[in-house]
């Protein structure tokens, strides 16, 4: 969704006789202009340039967590789940594996985010990718869950993600880094005005970071020499003597 249309297809990979969705429009990406092991690569050196930029403050390099949390509405794979039950020759109900999730509300939810069913009553959890929306109660996982949960016992359904907004930064850089080597390029002058406005959104995000507008959350502060990094509300640098004022603590551009 970053990456500027230049770099996107206007037909997704469907069979001939299919219909493309008009949402998909300069939304997919075209595989024969940029592989999955580019985008990957260049997300690599996004994220280090977060890393490397932030190290003073934080202890990186940084880590998802939890970043909302729902109530299973629902059970999951126990004979009670869904309307159909089917006996064995025991006599005692066939449970079947599904990747169907309902819960309290699924609105804030989004196709492709990191999920972790937790029960804690019993300490089992697992690890699922969303892969559908269906409505705003109910979502799909890519893979099938294979334990048991009850909604009874207050299963909690927790998002994952790396704190925001180090997901916007990282896609900006990333997108921009991408759109410079495969459009500017092959255009004069060799500058493309999409990936700077991106570079600058980023870089500005990255600066309220500094100046302590924006807190990282679940981020591990680092400490003063002498001092608990949480005592100041504004995240002091490590310095011998002093220290930066806040509107001097912006990144360094190259001439």
């Known amino acids: 969704m970053v990456i500027a249309q230049a770099l ?28 999955e092991a580019t985008v990957e690569m260049y997300i690599t050196y996004a994220d280090s340039q977060i890393d490397g930029v932030l190290t003073q403050m934080y202890f990186t390099p940084f880590k998802k967590c939890a970043h909302g949390e729902w109530f299973l509405d629902e059970d999951i794979n126990t004979a009670t789940a869904g309307t159909d039950v089917v006996l064995g020759t025991d006599g005692l109900p066939i449970v079947t594996t599904t990747n169907r999730v309902v819960v309290t509300d699924s609105c804030n939810l989004v196709a492709g985010e990191q999920i972790l ?35 009874e016992n207050g299963v909690r359904v927790i998002r994952l993600k790396f704190p925001p907004p180090l997901n916007q930064i990282s896609a900006r850089y990333a997108a921009s880094f991408i759109y410079d080597k495969y459009f500017a390029a092959q255009a ?3 500058v493309s005005d999409y990936g700077k406005e991106m570079r600058a959104v980023a870089s500005g995000q990255l600066n309220d970071i500094l100046n302590g507008k924006t807190e990282i959350k679940c981020g591990k502060r680092k400490g003063d020499m002498m001092g608990n990094p949480w005592i100041s509300s504004i995240h002091s640098v490590q310095q011998p003597y002093g220290g930066f004022a806040t509107t001097d603590r912006d990144m360094s551009k190259p001439k």
Not at 26 to 31: E, K
Not at 140 to 146: A, K, P, S
């Open 117 to 151: 069913i937790h029960d804690d009553s019993t300490g089992a959890e697992e690890l699922h990718i969303i892969s559908l929306i269906i409505d705003q109660n109910t979502f799909d996982t890519v893979d099938d869950i294979e334990g048991s949960f009850t909604a």
């Open 8 to 35: 996107t297809s206007s037909r997704p990979n469907l069979s001939p006789t299919s219909r493309v969705k008009i949402d998909t429009i300069g939304n997919t990406r075209d595989g024969n202009l940029v592989s």
């Open 188 to 190: 004069q002058p060799n």
